[in-house]
């Protein structure tokens, strides 16, 4: 996430099994103009692992709690994979919070391109995208 204040909250970098740790070669290129926040999503990497609260509402609520703790109002998020899930649910809980949305590397569930996401040998990639060859 990044911050008005000059802040990156990439608070939805954690991806499985990829955790905070896979944004440490990008991190020394935004450090010098953000302030960088780079958590693990609940029940990733070595952040608690709770019997519930799984559901991208409440990472949500968890990445907008820690954010406000920051003394972060407002922030860009940047999320990948199932980090990219989260921060787009962040961008829609919070919108009056979140400045810009960047989405990588995830197809949004419920958009109606889950058949996108689904690896097959009918399936090759053009332009970054999955298209049929039937």
């Given at each position: ?34 302030a ?28 907008g ?67 049929s060859?039937?």
């Open positions: 996430m990044l911050s008005s204040a000059s802040t990156i909250a990439d608070s939805t970098w954690p991806q499985v099994p990829k955790t905070s740790y896979y944004c440490r070669k990008v991190l020394p290129h935004l450090t010098p103009y953000f960088c926040v780079v958590p693990d999503m609940r029940g990733f990497g070595d952040n608690t692992h709770p019997d519930a609260g799984y559901d991208m509402e409440t990472i949500a609520s968890d990445i709690a820690l954010m406000t703790a920051l003394g972060h109002e407002k922030f860009h998020m940047c999320g990948e994979d199932w980090g990219a899930t989260a921060a787009y649910q962040v961008a829609a809980k919070h919108p009056e919070r979140v400045l810009s949305l960047i989405f990588q590397e995830m197809l949004l569930p419920g958009m109606g391109l889950e058949e996108w996401a689904t690896f097959s040998n009918k399936r090759r990639l053009i332009s970054g995208i999955w298209r060859t039937m």
